[in-house]
């Protein structure tokens, strides 16, 4: 099957959905080649990838994966492609825990970094946070916490016989667009930030037949989530938009102040300097930002009002009550 669908895709052919599907199952049940495997991913790195294929290959692993029922609680995602090449702190995972805090809940999907040094689940594993897979743990989490972490190999255990490839070539792949859209709860409502408008455009199409409260985000200087350093692209379901710093009542940001991503420990001590409101003004700020526009999202008010509730959410201690709790609970 995989020698066939090679051939096709080394003549510049495109595969349709079910395709798409059929190959990534094939992959995931471990019959696959690895230098086949190396191949495919590879052809994707060198042609863009078509809204069939990629809704292909969502299919699979959604089909594939371990899936929890959240919701009842209505959460919301906050997750990245990755694969921006930018090593910033880790902006998402925190926005998350300010997001908690501020009273709405997480279902927070995340992954070791592949193209990065320090991936949401790098740093949140050495800061003390427990990886489960079981239901009740996740449940009692996002009901005590208001979080929940889903660590994606516990809820994607297919996808193991792709890790080692991924590591081997540190490239970002076609799995770099997929995490955001595999969350294994299948939120209703999810903030996604992508590495470039073109994949904008694709999660655009696969958002917008369904009734997904989204918002996808790409700032236009490079990065797959609000940086502050410029204009970020933002799709949802009430349109397109630019958001600009001024938005949120605050002046451009440089990109080295938002730097820190370059080792695990590094990145562990700008998490908990943000989260105890110890932080630069400009790491507060682009962590405001974006759990702002995730509070704006899943409240439907302005992103001024989503901006001042993630701050109060760091001044109060709610959001590292949000993270204390959860560390409390990981070593029950």
């Known amino acids: 099957m995989m020698k066939e669908l090679l051939v096709r895709l080394t003549q510049h052919e ?55 029922d959240l919701s009842a609680y209505n959460p919301i995602d906050l997750c990245g492609t990755g694969g921006d090449g930018k090593d910033t702190f880790n902006i ?50 996002i009901a005590d916490a208001g979080i929940c972490v889903l660590h994606a190999p516990l809820f994607h255990p297919a996808m193991k016989h792709v890790a080692p490839i991924r590591r081997a070539l540190q490239l970002k792949t076609f799995f770099n667009m997929l995490g955001p859209l595999v969350n294994p709860c299948a939120p209703k409502q999810q903030i996604v930030g992508v590495f470039n408008l073109a994949l904008l455009r694709l999660y655009h199409f696969l958002f917008q037949d369904t ?23 933002a799709v949802s ?12 009542g605050l002046k451009p940001l440089t990109p080295e102040s938002i730097g820190g991503g370059n080792t695990v420990e590094a990145a562990a001590t700008i998490f908990k300097a943000v989260l105890k409101n110890e932080a630069t003004e400009a790491q507060k700020q682009v962590v405001c930002a974006n759990a702002g526009t995730a509070i704006a999202t899943a409240l439907d008010v302005s992103l001024a009002e989503g901006y001042a509730k993630a701050q109060e959410s760091i001044e109060s201690k709610k959001a590292l009550h949000a993270f204390t709790k959860l560390l409390e609970l990981s070593k029950s």
Do not use: W
């Not at 379901?237 to 949120?248: Q, T, V, Y």
């Open 14 to 68: 495109k595969l349709s959905r079910q395709e798409a599907k059929e190959a990534l199952l094939y992959i995931g049940s471990g019959a696959g080649d690895p230098y086949q495997i190396t191949t495919f991913l590879s052809v994707f790195m060198m042609r863009s990838i078509a809204v069939e294929e990629l809704a292909g290959f969502r299919d699979a692993l959604l089909e594939l994966c371990i899936a929890v």
């Open 92 to 141: 998402s995972t925190l926005s998350s825990f300010v997001t908690a805090g501020a009273g709405i809940h997480v279902a927070k999907h995340g992954n070791y970094g592949v193209s990065s040094s320090c991936g949401s689940s790098n740093v949140m594993e050495f800061l003390g946070i427990r990886f489960s897979n079981e239901a009740d743990y996740l449940e009692k989490c």
């Open 211 to 233: 009734d997904t409260n989204f918002c996808i985000l790409h700032a236009l200087d490079g990065y797959d989530e609000i940086s502050l350093t410029g204009a970020t692209k």
């Open 237 to 248: 379901k009430n349109g397109e938009m630019l958001i600009r710093p001024s938005d949120f």
